[in-house]
């Protein structure tokens, strides 16, 4: 199975700062990574496909970029209502797999 | 509701098996494949499979010996039947659209395994 290593497992920010979260995956995925958003006792929602495109109707704030091994999605200026746990998740190999989770809370 | 999900059963004593299904109401079920995923209380998203309409279906080597995934596309359904339960499988069981990408999720169903 193909690991995703996310990082960090939680962070603290405070409105309008940058975000950054990482993903590593154990082998080479090309760009067939996703980002999740995951609000307490909802579903995921997706938010990048292909590692760095936008899905319709997500604010342009939220983005991501990379391909091989190592991602990164990035909330560009950080709302009250993005408060909630982003996942990453390949496709490049079966079984799919997701990255444990960043927990992101305001400061 | 593009995939209502039933609710399940809520708890299950172990060793018993798991059914849940989830229905496709804007009749897309010929579309797309259609996922399970579920995720442990506290826990990371873990993909159980997927299956097509025409009945192929792919699963997690992890769970490989213990699930099925069925369609029925008279009904626009597709069903998840895990057996042998443990407490390992308490979680929130989601149905999804997609095989790669999941754009559409169900709302979730929580299961919990204990005597």
């Known amino acids: 199975d193909i690991q995703m290593t996310q990082s960090p497992s939680s962070l603290s920010a405070s409105v309008g700062d940058r975000v950054t979260i990482t993903c590593q995956a154990s082998q080479d995925i090309t760009n067939y990574l996703n980002w999740y958003q995951q609000k307490p006792g909802k579903a995921p929602k997706l938010l990048i496909y292909d590692a760095s495109n936008l899905e319709t109707g997500v604010p342009s704030r939220f983005s991501g970029s990379g391909s091989g091994t190592y991602f990164t999605f990035t909330i560009s200026s950080l709302q009250p209502e993005d408060i909630a746990t982003y996942s990453c998740q390949q496709f490049g190999d079966l079984p799919r797999t997701f990255g444990q989770g960043t927990k992101v809370e305001i400061k | 509701q593009v995939l209502q999900q039933e609710s399940g059963p809520g708890l299950v004593n172990p060793s018993e098996t798991l059914s849940l299904t989830c229905t496709v109401s804007?009749?897309?079920?010929?579309?797309?494949?259609w996922s399970w995923i579920r995720q442990p209380p506290g826990q990371g998203l873990e993909w159980i499979g997927y299956i097509h309409y025409n009945g192929g279906t792919t699963y997690s080597p992890s769970l490989n010996s213990r699930v099925t995934i069925s369609i029925d596309t008279s009904k626009s359904q597709f069903s998840l039947k895990l057996t042998s339960l443990t407490a390992a499988d308490t979680a929130v069981y989601f149905c999804?659209?997609?095989?790669?990408?999941?754009?559409?999720w169900g709302q979730g169903a929580l299961v919990s395994v204990s005597a």
């Open positions: 999804a659209r997609g095989r790669s990408v999941f754009r559409l």
């Open positions: 804007d009749g897309s079920i010929f579309s797309y494949h």
